[in-house]
T-cell receptor, first 110, second 114 residues
Framework: RKEVEQDPGPFNVPEGATVAFNCTYSNSASQSFFWYRQDCRKEPKLLMS???SGNEDGRFTAQLNRASQYISLLIRDSKLSDSATYLCVVAASGTYKYIFGTGTRLKVLA | GAGVSQSPSNKVTEKGKDVELRCDPISGHTALYWYRQRLGQGLEFLIYFQGNSAPDKSGLPSDRFSAERTGESVSTLTIQRTQQEDSAVYLC????????????FGQGTRLTVV
């Protein structure tokens, strides 16, 4: 089993739609969680951290479910500019080793 | 500089040659990471440094790969006797010791082995 797993997609959604991605992780001792965004042929960039209580940044909401070992990302009112690959990242407890999922590709259609 | 800087941005090399890839992390970031991303694939962890030491080298794919870091700053990733399967984008990232431990990436070195 991979340490971090994501549905590769693509998720094709119309503008204005709400879309959600999940990511599961295998190490129950994982402590830090993030969502990164990667545009085609560009480097990954931090989208948001994921906190235990859940957190929101504008149209983006991230949640953590420790019991089921998954994190989620919800995007409301999708924009064309949201089209990208979204990478789930988990940092192992006590280390600085960041484990990346292979990403979920989102296409927002006009 | 303001961000993570990698050089060269592109490198074409002949099979069997050695290559060195360089990463300049954000000033003050003690953690530094190397990842590999093949075309259309996810990020593959190679190695990370805490200061100048590498507590985890488990991701290096073979003994042809090595990395070092000096002065808690610049890092070089060396690939000896390159093979075609080494063709990929090599991404470097750094993160601070304090606060949210998120990693900031450089723009990568695109390596093509012909």
């Amino acid at each position: 089993r991979k340490e971090v797993e994501q549905d590769p997609g693509p998720f094709n959604v119309p503008e204005g739609a709400t879309v959600a991605f999940n990511c599961t992780y295998s190490n129950s001792a994982s402590q830090s969680f993030f969502w990164y965004r990667q545009d085609c042929r560009k480097e990954p960039k931090l989208l948001m951290s994921v906190y235990s209580s859940g957190n929101e940044d504008g149209r983006f909401t991230a949640q953590l479910n420790r019991a089921s070992q998954y994190i989620s990302l919800l995007i409301r009112d999708s924009k064309l500019s949201d089209s990208a690959t979204y990478l789930c990242v988990v940092a192992a407890s006590g280390t600085y080793k960041y484990i990346f999922g292979t990403g979920t590709r989102l296409k927002v259609l006009a | 500089g303001a961000g993570v800087s990698q050089s060269p941005s592109n490198k074409v090399t002949e099979k069997g040659k050695d290559v060195e890839l360089r990463c300049d992390p954000i000033s003050g970031h003690t953690a530094l990471y190397w990842y590999r991303q093949r075309l259309g694939q996810g990020l593959e962890f190679l190695i990370y440094f805490q200061g100048n030491s590498a507590p985890d080298k488990s991701g290096l794919p073979s003994d042809r790969f090595s990395a070092e870091r000096t002065g808690e700053s610049v890092s070089t990733l060396t690939i000896q006797r390159t093979q075609q399967e080494d063709s990929a984008v090599y991404l470097c990232a750094s993160s601070p010791t304090q606060g949210p431990r998120s990693a900031f990436f450089g723009q990568g070195t695109r390596l093509t082995v012909v």
